[in-house]
Each structure stands twice: as C-alpha cells, then as structure tokens.
C-alpha cells in the first residue's frame, strides 16, 4: 500500500503521476516500465530514461541496481558419450 508520502505533501491526489507497470519473474529482474530514478541504501540516486528498465534482485549484477543477467546459471555443455569400443568391461 502506498504511503501518503509517496506523492510528495504539496501535490493533491488527482495530480498523480499515472502507475508504473512492474513485472515480478521470480527467476529473474524486476522490470519495470520507465523512466525510472533508484533510491540506493546509501542515499544515492540511479535513474534511467529507458521504456523498460531491468532492475537486479540477486545482487550479482556488475551494473546493480541495473540488472546484466548474471543470476543466470552457467550450464556447462555435456560431454559427448564414449563410443561403444572404447569402454573396458
């Protein structure tokens, strides 16, 4: 739920900015229709003027709080099974 500060004390109600779309994939970032502005823990301000912005829930991102899809697990290629002839019994 919103907070009555959210929207500032001066700006009335009806003047408020229209919802942002934010779409939650548990495997992956947080994404959200943008321009968007960051709030960081430790008070400094990230924005980005893109239409869709990816922002980093796991932490791993060298861009955090913009996501660079290091949460995905690399999967190593499967190593092609031994020919028949070559397995000792």
């Keep these: 739920m919103p907070s009555p500060h959210e929207h500032g004390p001066s700006r009335p109600?009806?003047?408020?900015?229209?919802?942002r779309r934010v779409?939650?994939?548990p495997q992956g970032p947080v994404l959200v229709e943008g321009p968007v502005?960051?709030?960081?823990?430790?008070?400094?301000?990230?924005r980005?003027?893109?239409?869709?912005?990816?922002?980093c829930t796991c932490r791993r991102s060298r861009t955090y709080p913009w996501?660079?899809?290091?949460?995905?697990?690399r999967e190593r290629a499967q190593t092609p099974p031994e020919p028949e002839d070559r397995i000792q019994r």
């Design 23 to 25: 779409s939650v994939d």
């Design 48 to 55: 980005s003027d893109r239409f869709l912005v990816a922002l």
């Design 67 to 73: 996501c660079d899809t290091s949460h995905r697990r």
């Design 13 to 19: 109600a009806s003047a408020a900015a229209p919802a």
């Design 37 to 46: 502005e960051i709030v960081l823990e430790d008070g400094t301000v990230a």
